[in-house]
Each structure stands twice: as structure tokens, then as C-alpha cells.
């Protein structure tokens, strides 16, 4: 098991549902450059998790959950 953090300064505004799609995104790409399987994410943003498990094409944060999806395979 590893066991991670980081922290980076997200520009402009958004809310909170967006940090929390940013922050499984950020975590994701934390994995891949360190070269580590990703074989489970852990959140307690269940409304994150829900865009997740049935994206949506046409709003805001429909390329983020792209990225995380794609990250994730």
C-alpha cells in the first residue's frame, strides 16, 4: 500500500465539486508518474464519484472526469 499528498494552487474560482474532481485527477497523475498501479481511489466526495461512475459529455467538468477515467485504466 502507499500512502500520498500533495498540494498545488488551483487558479481562478471554482467550487468545491471541481477541487474534489481535481484533487482524484491530481492524485491519479501522482500514480502515473511515480509509476504506481492505481488498483483503488478513495474519496468522500460521493457526488465526484457519481459523475465518475456515469459521466456526463456536455458539462463543465466533463473533461476532467475523461482525464480521471483514462488515468484510471
Known amino acids: 500500500m502507499v500512502v500520498a499528498a500533495a498540494t ?4 481562478g474560482c471554482c467550487d468545491a465539486f471541481l477541487a474534489e474532481c481535481f484533487a482524484v485527477r491530481e492524485g491519479l ?3 502515473v508518474d511515480l509509476d504506481l498501479p492505481v488498483h483503488l481511489v478513495e474519496t468522500d466526495a460521493c457526488n ?3 459523475a465518475i461512475r456515469s459521466p456526463q459529455p456536455l458539462v463543465l467538468e466533463s473533461s476532467i472526469i475523461a482525464d480521471i477515467l483514462h488515468l484510471a485504466s
Open 29 to 31: 497523475h501522482l500514480c
Open 48 to 50: 465526484v464519484v457519481k
Open 8 to 11: 498545488w494552487r488551483i487558479s
